[in-house]
């Protein structure tokens, strides 16, 4: 089968040896002689994927037990209300750094249910750079901000500010590194770049949020979810299923590999823009992403030309996002370094071919 490099920024790659497993286990799960799809989300064998899944994610992330793991459905972008409708109760209000799209969504759904504190806003510079965390005001509900951004290529290598409920939007960059869960009060993400497939999203709580008497429909407490281990309806079986088998890839693996990876691979390809006199990201240096790499040749025909020429090289949904342009290279941790490799040469041929 001929091998194609998808940089697409999510639905992402599974990792070929996740796939392979998967495969052989399609049509009869552990001798049930059936599909995990066709199997109830009450039979022992499902309960024991959910168990396992959050165990490798505890060991992962090195969750403390006065966390709680809960599998949910409406994609990430659900929580932009289940947050405020869970957690903003007390002074009705809370902190948002704003640094892109993904950020001024989650705040345009919490301003239904409180107030909303900009605490740091980079609009004005088209989002090129992270913004700085003005001091927190007091008697906050929570302080919200987003780990990376996929549409502009940036990410915060360090937690841009500290709150006793701190809420974090890891989507597309959780398990690409170690991250500090006790510093965060809340931390989410859908699983379709880094943890497999669309369909499932990760919330990570500690157990003091997690209440009854927040005045929010049924499906949309955290408790209800809580007390039914994920398993309150029917849940996005097979997606589940595949998170436990990308974890346990994760566990194999090693996230200290895993880290270094990305690390090299992203370091690769920045190396090949900034020495190119064709293409060229401007994104300030240290705010610059690992897992969404963007870039442009400047020219909205020419970019259009070489997204085309670079699927002659396999390389394919490298086309920016559609409010910013250009193209976008996604390095989530599926993508093995002769992708990058693959990418690398494609943009030398393309340059020079340019230049003849």
């Known amino acids: ?62 969750i403390p037990e006065h966390y709680e793991i809960l599998f949910l459905q409406g994609g990430a972008s659900l929580q932009f209300s289940m947050i405020p409708m869970n957690l903003m109760f007390k002074h009705q209000r809370a902190a948002y750094l704003n640094s892109g799209v993904w950020s001024q969504k989650a705040i345009d759904e919490a301003k239904r249910h409180g107030e909303v504190i900009i605490v740091g806003d980079n609009a004005n510079m088209m989002h090129k750079s992270l913004p700085l965390c003005d001091v927190l005001p007091d008697s906050l509900d929570y302080a919200y901000y987003v780990t990376n951004n996929t549409i502009y290529g940036t990410q915060f290598k360090q937690i841009p500010m500290e709150h006793a409920v701190l809420v974090a939007d890891m989507s597309s960059d959780i398990l ?3 991250i500090d869960v006790s510093k965060h009060a809340l931390i989410f993400a859908g699983a379709q770049k880094n943890l497999g497939i669309a369909g499932v999203t990760i919330v990570i709580i500690r157990k003091d949020l997690i209440r009854e008497d927040v005045g929010v429909d049924t499906m949309l407490r955290y408790a209800t979810h809580q007390k039914a281990n994920s398993l309150y309806n029917t849940p996005a079986s097979f997606s589940l299923y595949v998170l436990k088998k990308v974890t346990d890839w994760l566990l194999e693996t090693g996230l200290e590999t895993i880290t270094k990876r990305n690390e090299f691979k992203a370091g690769l390809l920045y190396e090949t823009i900034d020495k190119s006199t064709l293409f060229s990201n401007d994104i300030k240096a240290e705010d610059r992403s690992l897992m969404n790499v963007v870039f442009t040749t400047n020219d909205a025909k020419l970019d259009e030309t070489f997204i085309n020429f670079a699927k002659s090289y396999d390389c394919v949904n490298i086309k920016g996002y559609r409010s910013v342009g250009g193209m976008r290279a996604s390095l989530y941790n599926a993508m093995p370094v002769e992708g990058v490799k693959k990418l690398i040469e494609a943009m030398n041929a393309f340059e020079a071919e340019v230049k003849a």
């Open 1 to 62: 089968m001929k091998t194609i490099y998808n940089f697409s920024a999510g639905p992402a790659m599974v990792d070929p040896t996740v796939m392979r497993q998967i495969q052989a286990e399609l049509l009869d799960y552990k001798g049930t002689g059936m599909s995990i799809m066709e199997m109830s989300h009450r039979s022992a064998l499902f309960e024991a994927v959910v168990n396992d899944a959050k165990d490798n994610l505890r060991q992962l992330m090195d």
């Open 176 to 178: 690409s590194k170690p």
